[in-house]
């Protein structure tokens, strides 16, 4: 219930948003949430070096896409979002992450931080398919967002390769 309609939806919504994520997790699994499963994914590539310049500019591109979703959260947090990266890529604990609500570091599993495997894979391969689809357009039209620091503006790794980054948060992750 609600005392008004806009309440009585936003609880359904919230309700069908927690069933269709405990139906994906029971399909595919668990990865620590926060943005910290692609972080430590991008670890990952890392130690992939390509001899081909294109390919490699690729592989760092998605590397860049892939640390963005930490980054963004802990900046929504207040936290230096490249600090949290950092801290957390320097720990082998592949559970470590960013308690975005404590601004502390921890298990993120042990916390009950997650999200299901099915749902971030899933949005890393939409990611993937927009930004194909974007190497083949001659155009975009896009929203330009600004941030805004105490040294300036400083320019996301998309707008550094020449790409406007999206406003579509975590499912479009910046590609």
């Not at 139906?23 to 992939?48: F, H, N, Q």
């Not at 890529?89 to 308690?99: A, E, M, Q, T, V």
């Not at 921890?106 to 930004?131: E, H, N, Q």
């Amino acid at each position: 219930g609600g005392a008004s309609e806009v309440e009585v939806n936003e609880t359904k919504d919230r309700l069908n948003d927690a069933l269709n994520a405990t139906k994906a997790a029971l399909e595919e699994g668990i990865v620590p949430g926060g943005g910290t499963a692609l972080l430590y994914a991008a670890r990952k590539l890392d130690s992939l070096k390509l001899d081909n310049l294109d390919q490699q500019v690729g592989v760092d591109a998605i590397k860049a896409a892939l640390k963005h979703p930490c980054i963004q959260i802990a900046q929504n947090a207040g936290a230096e979002g490249a600090v949290v990266v950092q801290t957390l890529l320097k720990d082998p604990n592949l559970s470590l992450g960013f308690n975005a609500q404590s601004g502390e570091y921890v298990d993120m599993v042990k916390t009950g931080i997650i999200d299901p495997t099915k749902v971030v894979r899933t949005a890393l391969a939409d990611a993937a398919s927009v930004a194909s689809l974007m190497t083949t357009t001659e155009a975009v039209i896009a929203e330009e967002v600004e941030e805004k620091t105490g040294q300036g503006r400083r320019l996301s790794p998309y707008e550094q390769a020449g790409m406007k980054q999206d406003s579509m948060g975590y499912g479009g992750m910046g590609l």
